[in-house]
T-cell receptor
């Protein structure tokens, strides 16, 4: 199957870390992505990881990939109210370059 | 990164009419895709826009309902035909380029076209 699953909601206090999880099914995926969608806006590419990597860090963002378990996570350090949005993970299908999106996680940051 | 412009950004359409959405990229790209995002939902791929040939549609989407053009490497259109309220969605153009593969084969999105059918 092509299901990419995410938990629907996450609520965190400002200043804490957020961890958004994603599971995917296609072991042939070459790249995995995290996109952010703010209310009324399109998709913003946050970061990506190549499938032969375990971890990637980019400022406040840390991506962890467990290829054996087909599990991807996005950690946001020092979460701010501006981080409130829907976060989508996506996997790219090898050769076709088609993105398959997860269900999206709505992150709410409260003071 | 590629800069993607979509028009219109928003529209309210009458039932039974058709609307064409344009996607313009600021550089030549090998891949262009059209996605739909229904209210409160994730993104679903409609089709891959192929330059100089017919688009490749995903299961559940057909050319008669969603005709697509791609006359060159920087431009594509998606038409939503004979619209009904169920077509109220965000339609997003995305682009990628295999030349970027070593830097992540990154796929970028336009801001989307928000269509409401009444």
């Amino acid at each position: 199957g092509e299901d990419v699953e995410q938990s629907l909601f996450l609520s965190v206090r400002e200043g804490d870390s957020s961890v958004i999880n994603c599971t995917y099914t296609d072991s042939s995926s070459t790249y995995l992505y995290w996109y952010k969608q703010e209310p009324g806006a399109g998709l913003q590419l946050l970061t990506y990881i190549f499938s032969n990597m375990d971890m990637k860090q980019d400022q406040r963002l840390t991506v962890l990939l467990n290829k054996k378990d087909k599990h991807l996570s996005l950690r946001i350090a020092d979460t701010q109210t501006g981080d409130s949005a829907i976060y989508f993970c996506a996997e790219i299908k090898y050769v076709t370059d088609k993105l398959i999106f997860g269900t999206g996680t709505r992150l709410q940051v409260f003071p | 990164s590629a800069v993607i412009s979509q028009k219109p950004s928003r529209d309210i359409c009458q039932r039974g009419t058709s609307l064409t959405i344009q996607c313009q990229v600021d550089s030549q790209v090998t891949m262009m895709f059209w996605y739909r995002q229904q209210p409160g939902q994730s993104l679903t791929l409609i089709a891959t826009a192929n330059q100089g040939s017919e688009a490749t549609y995903e299961s559940g989407f057909v050319i008669d309902k969603f005709p697509i053009s791609r006359p060159n490497l920087t431009f594509s259109t998606l038409t939503v035909s004979n619209m009904s309220p169920e077509d109220s969605s965000i339609y997003l153009c995305s682009v990628g380029d295999r030349a970027m593969q070593n830097s992540g084969n990154t796929i970028y999105f336009g801001e989307g076209s928000w269509l409401t059918v009444v």
